[in-house]
T-cell receptor, first 117, second 110 residues
């Protein structure tokens, strides 16, 4: 079974630009969660999508948004990029909602490394 | 508020045991455990829900102590493949959204 895929793997943008990252979950998985990982802040939860609806959102500004399509693929968008947005963006998929109190296994993709200059 | 992981780093020889703790200042709803190797994505190990349960995954198990607002990850008879950074994600305050600790670096030597 194919794993979680993320595209692109690497991205370089300049301040003020916007970026869209894509995540394709494991076939059959309906939940996609996004995380940001930086050396300074560590791993942080961004949001979770399930059945095309955002179910939970972490403590990030409105510049961070996302969506999920009917095939469960998800995109996240960051507008008006800032230097501090440079990070590894990870997505993880699971069969059922990750933030509902389930103990379902989450599978992570390889991540997209975003560098903002 | 971030959970506190201890110790920050552990160095072991193959076959030795280790315990990593994850403490929260708030009442815990759930604790997630992950391992991440350098340059790779995290690998999910397990989630524990409040109720004081213990879960196992091969020679890696974890406990959840609701009273102490703490979870502990136990690695027994460590193998070289256990090396990496272990993160806990703690959900509290009525939400299952995890807040992650700073990680514990585990190095296993032959």
């Amino acid at each position: 079974k194919a794993g979680v895929t993320q595209t692109p793997r690497y991205l370089i943008k300049t301040r003020g630009q916007q970026v869209t990252l894509s995540c394709s979950p494991i076939s059959g998985h309906r939940s996609v969660s996004w995380y940001q990982q930086t050396p300074g802040q560590g791993l942080q939860f961004l949001f979770e999508y399930f059945s095309e609806t955002q179910r939970n959102k972490g403590n990030f500004p409105g510049r961070f948004s996302g969506r999920q399509f009917s095939n469960s693929r998800s995109e996240m968008n960051v507008s008006t990029l800032e230097l501090g947005d440079s990070a590894l963006y990870l997505c993880a998929s699971s069969l059922i909602r990750a933030t509902s109190g389930s103990t379902d296994t989450q599978y992570f993709g390889p991540g997209t490394r975003l560098t903002v200059l | 508020q971030q959970p506190v992981q201890s110790p920050q780093a552990v160095i072991l020889r193959e076959g030795e045991d280790a315990v990593i703790n994850c403490s929260s200042s708030k009442a815990l709803y759930s604790v997630h455990w992950y391992r991440q190797k350098h340059g790779e994505a995290p690998v999910f190990l397990m989630i524990l829900l409040k109720g004081g349960e213990q879960k196992g995954h091969d020679k890696i198990s974890a406990s959840f102590n609701e009273k102490k607002q703490q979870s502990s990850l136990y690695l027994t008879a460590s193998q070289l493949s256990y090396s990496g950074t272990y993160f806990c994600g703690a959900a509290s305050g009525g939400s299952y959204i995890p807040t992650f600790g700073r990680g514990t670096s585990l190095i296993v030597h032959p």
